[in-house]
């Protein structure tokens, strides 16, 4: 049986979003990425908080992070086909399965780079990759390793478009002089 502690830190979250909204008055509306980054950074604290023993901001490593991540799968709305799957592989699967609903990769990237931003405005402001605990390689390569689990149980492969070199315009003229 699944405990409703979860869906409290996000009620708590969202509530959380609410009495600040009211609370600005004749404050400037912040953006929608603003709020979504206030959203998430309050979410994340009362995770730390809801620990046994609570986690102060300042004592978050990576380790706290990847769990938090981890956590999230618990609500997450995207099917993850597991290799034993009779659908593994398959981009539109005929049928549904047991296997579990997950986080979506793209849904944890955008999660970490916005937590990422709040913790440098909240807590580093010219902080380094090494103490924000969002920007460590442990976290990178656990999104890596989402990214390509998914994809697989989709049978879609990633590949990460490659920036095309630009030619200047002086070499393609040169060369267009050549040619003729």
């Given at each position: 049986m699944?405990?409703?502690?979860?869906?409290?830190?996000?009620?708590?979250g969202?509530?959380?979003?609410?009495?600040?909204d009211?609370?600005?008055?004749?404050?400037?509306?912040?953006?929608?990425?603003e709020s979504?980054?206030?959203?998430?950074?309050?979410?994340?604290?009362?995770y730390?908080?809801?620990?046994?023993?609570?986690?102060?901001?300042a004592?978050?490593?990576?380790?706290?992070?990847?769990?938090?991540l981890?956590?999230?799968?618990?609500?997450?709305?995207?099917?993850?086909?597991?290799?034993?799957?009779?659908?593994?592989?398959?981009?539109?699967?005929p049928?549904?399965?047991?296997?579990?609903?997950?986080?979506?990769?793209?849904?944890?990237?955008?999660?970490?780079?916005?937590?990422?931003?709040?913790?440098?405005?909240?807590?580093?402001?010219?902080c380094?990759?090494?103490t924000?605990?969002?920007?460590?390689?442990?976290v990178?390569?656990?999104?890596?390793e989402?990214?390509?689990?998914?994809?697989?149980?989709?049978?879609?492969?990633?590949?990460?478009?490659?920036?095309?070199?630009?030619?200047?315009?002086?070499?393609?003229?040169?060369?267009?002089?050549?040619?003729?």
């Amino acid at each position: 049986m699944m405990s409703n502690k979860g869906k409290d830190i996000l009620a708590r979250g969202s509530s959380l979003r609410s009495c600040d909204d009211d609370d600005r008055g004749g404050a400037p509306t912040l953006s929608r990425y603003e709020s979504q980054k206030r959203r998430d950074w309050n979410t994340f604290s009362q995770y730390l908080k809801n620990q046994k023993p609570p986690v102060a901001m300042a004592k978050c490593k990576s380790g706290h992070v990847l769990d938090f991540l981890r956590y999230l799968d618990q609500f997450g709305k995207t099917k993850v086909h597991s290799q034993g799957c009779a659908f593994f592989g398959l981009p539109e699967p005929p049928a549904s399965c047991a296997c579990p609903l997950k986080q979506a990769w793209g849904s944890l990237d955008a999660l970490i780079g916005r937590l990422r931003a709040a913790y440098e405005d909240n807590i580093g402001g010219g902080c380094s990759t090494e103490t924000n605990p969002f920007a460590t390689g442990h976290v990178r390569l656990y999104l890596t390793e989402v990214r390509d689990s998914q994809a697989k149980a989709r049978g879609v492969s990633y590949k990460k478009k490659k920036k095309q070199k630009k030619k200047k315009w002086r070499t393609a003229a040169l060369d267009a002089a050549g040619t003729s």
